[in-house]
């Protein structure tokens, strides 16, 4: 027999000192977050100046309105602020289940839900001082919303109902009782075409942040986003959802509670649904009616998947699209542009955004030696 | 001879690979290794996990073509493009794992496998055919039989059946009895070396059970990392020899001697039920105790129900009856029990069953004891120096090979992302064990030290219950033994006494 010299065994039990892969290496899997996401929007705007050239249109005027309407003057960026605030909350509510592996597309549902929790608690409180009113709406509106989504968790934990599709079905089930409501019981006699609840007073409304017109429902939303991301990332809470929505059977076999993590992380991210319709009541509308139901829960489904489901990410991706959806008053105004093309434009990013997802991982410059 | 061209009818031929050399990006897979296979001979592969034979194999069968180095098939150069080459000069593979139709029959598998399938299949007159092929034949199968009724044995029989009806005269056989019984092995082993020596066959077989190798084969070849570390006789080498030149110069963890006696029961099922996830019964009311200081090992073949008994144990998988009971008290898999009691899990598969890929391998060594000082402040708060502090340690400790305590671990080879599992289940007071498969498709350094780490609980009074596809495993490691078939147990005895020919035939269900 003949044998080979015996090659050096490798260094064990150490950390290896392996050569330094380089600036783009290390960062890659950061570098990927940004510069993905980054070109599936770039993709979406430039097929989106196709379809604006289609009707005639230069797409550059286009472009142009569109930084002018969201960012060009502070007018346009009070209302970008305006309209990214519930974006904040609503994004949550697909977020935070995202981190368990669920996909929730429910939040238009606890945000009606939540609306109404909140109104009712306000119309309920009449005459109490306004901050206790608008500390007990802030409670209704996210244990109503927080419930709604949970009995999608429930339904999934429980009885194998796929959360996806229950937390849809569930949205129509929301529009239902609150159309039910405020055409029933709950109606203003004085609401004739636009059948809707009572006022919940004008001193129960929370108002704008001093020195401009956007409303406290942006600070609520800063808010929650950065405790959904300490919650996350910095407390056993979180790792222990990490844990579990990583891999099922790792959580199992070191006994985590599966049930217990679902219904709560379901029960904080209806919350936030719910408190955007809160807010939306409390800062915008004053009453609950069908003007409710704008897109806003549907709208944060496409700025989680954005943000990579990352909380903190959520607040810049929510000022973005906040300020496309601002920018669409101008376009009509100015290039003629039915309103629905804010719509159309936004459909074109989902449907980019989710094919990026397969660039992961798949950058050649990115990628490590080993 | 050209591709394309049949082979001449009958008689066996060789296969050399000559200064073979595969890289895949920088990995150098093979570097220059030779392998001759001498015609009419039964040649065996040996080589840890990683060492190339796979690679070296899917080289010669035209899977992957190598950067440097010449196939000769029969004594002239062939240029193997793809496996359809490989095919028409006579090689045929036979894989780990089933390739058959389960829901076909035994003869509509095999003529399926033919090039040649008609459109329409003249059926008498294909059984007619089938059947005086298998009158040459050594194995017997159960023509009209379906695939999903027959036992492992005659599953693997078929497989290489269909080689040998597809006219392929140099097979390769890769762990062809991983899947086997000892008997069922040495049975289809036994039949195939009688082809061989009658020269109608050249067999090159991949394996690295040592008991095979001296019993079957002429020659050896065996690489390590990549290399050719040695070839020859099996008649002029010793298993010692040949484990030596497949290892190097790594040295192995001495597995402390067995010491100690048997205490109290501390795990104990009664009557267990359990379902697969197809909701049949898999798990059929069995009943065990496991006490302190002792390794019960359950042997069966993959299948039997043994999963889903290690699931139940781990929390993954509700039983459907009976009652589970650890140290007197019920047992349900929560946090709380586990912690109580001193739980340990390596389940098979680790990476599958008990880590978070995309999580660093810090995380994962603290998912057991993230939410208590020091890694949790005030029972809530993660304390992240404390992760990394410990895992540095646990990592020089139990020798996982990590670039970085950060890096993710699913970025670990398999024996690594083992070794993190085994520093966190082990690192603390172990009193109850449960391993599942916890060696499969490790190296042998990775083996030496689980058996080791698996000894040393028991001998501080660990109660061990090792589920294991590997017989030789099991008698190595276990005090007791416990046969599983078909989610029962069918047989118990204590591991010195346990006569190999009775757990084999207990094994498959006799």
């Known amino acids: 027999m003949t044998t080979e010299a015996a090659d050096s065994t490798e260094a064990v039990g150490t950390i290896a000192p392996a050569a330094d892969p380089g600036f783009l290496q290390r960062h890659g899997a950061t570098i990927e977050y940004i510069l993905i996401p980054g070109a599936a929007l770039a993709g979406a705007l430039a097929v989106f100046g196709i379809f604006v050239a289609m009707f005639g249109k230069n797409p550059l005027d286009l472009y142009f309105y569109m930084y002018y309407g969201a960012f060009g003057t502070w007018f346009s960026w009070q209302n970008t602020l305006t309209r990214a605030a519930p974006l904040v909350l609503t994004a949550l509510c697909t977020a935070l289940p995202a981190q368990l592996g669920m996909v929730i597309i429910g939040g238009e549902g606890a945000l009606l839900i939540g609306a109404l929790s909140a109104t009712s608690a306000a119309l309920a409180l009449q005459g109490l001082p306004p901050l206790v009113v608008q500390i007990a709406m802030v409670i209704a509106g996210v244990t109503g919303g927080g419930l709604w989504i949970m009995l999608s968790g429930a339904l999934r934990q429980y009885r194998g109902v796929n959360e996806t599709i229950s937390s849809l079905l569930l949205v129509y089930i929301a529009l239902a009782i609150l159309n039910h409501l405020v055409e029933g019981m709950m109606r203003d006699p004085a609401s004739l075409n636009k059948p809707s609840t009572r006022e919940i007073g004008a001193a129960n409304m929370i108002g704008s942040i001093p020195g401009t017109d956007v409303h406290w429902g942006l600070v609520f939303g800063l808010v929650a986003a950065i405790a959904a991301y300490i919650l996350i990332y910095h407390t056993v809470f979180g790792f222990a959802a990490r844990v579990a929505g990583g891999n099922i059977r790792a959580a199992k076999i070191v006994g985590l509670g599966v049930s217990k993590l679902i219904l709560t992380i379901c029960f904080l991210a209806g919350g936030a649904a719910g408190l955007a319709g809160m807010v939306e009541v409390a800062a915008v509308q004053g009453r609950t009616n069908a003007n409710l139901a704008a897109g806003y829960g549907f709208t944060g489904i496409l700025v989680a998947f954005l943000a990579r489901q990352n909380p903190l990410a959520i607040i810049p991706v929510a000022i973005l699209l906040g300020g496309i959806s601002a920018s669409g008053g101008l376009l009509q105004r100015r290039l003629g542009l039915p309103d629905a093309s804010v719509l159309v434009l936004q459909g074109i990013i989902f449907v980019f955004v989710l094919a990026s997802d397969a660039l992961y991982g798949r950058i050649g410059f990115l990628k490590g030696k080993s | ?510």
Not at chain 2, 38 to 54: D, T, Y
Not at chain 2, 267 to 282: F, I, M
Not at chain 2, 357 to 363: E, N, P, T, W
Not at chain 2, 444 to 466: D, K, T, W
């Open chain 2, 1 to 510: 001879m050209i591709i394309g061209e049949t082979p001449p009818p009958s008689g066996a031929f060789g296969v050399d690979a000559i200064a073979m050399t595969m890289r895949f990006g920088d990995f150098l897979a093979l570097d220059n290794v030779e392998l001759k296979v001498r015609p009419g001979s039964f040649h065996a592969l040996l080589g840890e996990n990683g060492a190339g034979k796979s690679t070296l194999v899917k080289c010669i069968m035209g899977y992957y073509h190598a950067t440097e180095g010449d196939i000769i098939v029969g004594g002239r150069e062939q240029a193997i493009a793809n496996p359809k080459d490989a095919h028409a000069l006579g090689l045929g593979m036979v894989y780990q794992h089933f390739t058959l139709v389960p829901a076909m029959t035994v003869a509509e598998n095999l003529v399926l496998a033919r090039d040649d399938v008609p459109a329409v299949v003249n059926w008498p007159k294909e059984m007619k055919e089938l059947e005086s092929f298998l009158a040459r034949m050594p194995f017997k199968v159960p023509l009209s039989a379906k695939v999903s009724d027959i036992s492992a044995g005659e599953r693997q029989k078929c497989e290489i059946l269909k080689q040998l009806y597809l006219k392929r005269r140099f097979l390769i056989l890769d762990e062809p009895t991983s899947v086997l019984t000892p008997a069922e092995a040495d049975e289809v082993l036994g039949m195939l070396r009688d082809m061989v020596v009658k020269g109608e066959l050249t067999i090159l077989m991949i394996t690295h059970k040592f008991r095979e190798v001296m019993a079957f084969a002429d020659d050896v070849t065996i690489l390590r990392r990549g290399k050719l570390a040695g070839a020859g006789k099996v008649s002029e080498l010793t298993p010692d020899a040949m484990a030596r030149t497949m290892i190097g110069a790594e040295e192995l963890t001495v597995q402390p001697p067995r010491t100690g006696e048997a205490g109290k029961a501390r795990l104990e099922l009664e009557k267990v039920r359990a379902l697969d996830d197809a909701g049949a019964v898999a798990v059929h009311n069995v009943s065990l105790t496991v006490r302190a200081g002792e390794i019960v090992g359950i042997a069966g073949v993959s299948g039997n129900g043994q999963r889903q008994l290690v699931e139940v144990l781990a929390g993954q998988r509700d039983a459907e009856g009976g009652e589970i009971r650890v140290a007197g008290d019920p047992y349900h898999a929560s946090r709380e029990e586990m912690r109580r009691h001193k739980m340990s899990l390596l389940p098979e598969e680790p990476l599958k069953n008990a880590c978070v890929g995309g999580m660093s391998v810090a995380d994962n060594i603290a998912f057991r004891e993230f939410d208590r000082a020091p890694f949790a402040s005030g029972g809530w708060w993660l304390n992240r120096g404390a992760f990394r502090d410990d895992a540095r340690k646990k990592i020089g400790q139990y020798k996982i090979k990590t670039r970085t305590p950060d890096t993710p671990i699913s970025a670990l080879s398999g024996g690594n992302v083992q070794r993190a599992v085994l520093a966190r289940e082990l690192a603390g007071d172990v009193e109850v064990l449960i391993a599942a498969n916890p060696c499969f498709g490790l190296d042998f350094a990775a083996v030496a030290q689980i058996h080791a780490e698996i000894m040393a609980a028991r001998n501080r009074g660990a109660a061990v219950l090792l589920v294991s596809e590997d017989l030789d495993e099991l008698l190595e490691l276990s005090d007791r033994l416990v046969v599983m078939f078909h989610g029962e147990f069918v047989y118990e005895a204590r591991t010195s006494e346990a006569d190999l020919t009775v757990v084999g035939r207990h094994m498959a269900g006799h």
